[in-house]
């Protein structure tokens, strides 16, 4: 389910906001996987190394706001956003490398929190040129991982921890 709701303060600007829930579906890794990590790989702590066979699907409960805003008789659009997900069962990506070749598998992290914002604006400075920028900062942090406790509290893979762009048109 996804809830929405739009303000229109002017005929210029706009407040917004949503929540929504979703998913992506479990799966399999490839068969035998699970064994051959195990047999390579020794954890001293006595964890388990390797992601199961089946992982489970991921879910996510997703919370936005925000604003638009058309400025200076409408050569100037301003936007910006706070957001707050908060993931179940996140899968990624993982690489085993060793004798018995490069394994790539699923792993799944149970808890993870992705907040943060982006702002981003528009402004056509003549008939011909257009100058267009945008930032986003993100904060992911692992809350737990069964399999890696030690692991909580770290970032989480490949979310990048900002995002900046400028385009001259």
């Known amino acids: 389910p996804k809830v929405s709701i739009t303000y229109d303060m002017s005929d ?3 407040l917004f906001a949503s929540w929504g829930v979703g998913f992506k579906t479990g799966g399999f890794n490839n068969l035998g996987a699970t064994e051959t990590i195990n047999m390579f790989l020794v954890n001293p702590d006595g964890l388990p190394v390797a992601p199961p066979e089946i992982y489970e699907k991921e879910t996510s409960s997703a919370l936005e706001a925000g604003f638009r805003s058309t400025l200076a008789d409408g050569n100037l659009q301003l936007n910006g956003a706070i957001f ?37 604006m528009s402004w056509q400075m003549t008939d011909s ?16 991982m069964t399999v890696r406790p030690y692991v909580s509290g770290n970032d989480v893979p490949n979310a990048p921890e900002f995002t900046a762009n400028a385009a001259l048109t």
């Open 84 to 120: 707050r997900t908060e993931v179940d069962d996140m899968q990624f990506f993982e690489f085993y490398v060793g004798p018995h070749g490069l394994l790539r598998v699923v792993e799944s992290i149970d808890e993870v929190t992705i907040q943060g914002f982006e702002i981003d």
């Open 12 to 14: 210029t600007s706009t």
């Open 129 to 144: 040129i257009r100058f267009d920028a945008g930032y986003s900062k993100i904060d992911g942090e692992i809350d737990k």
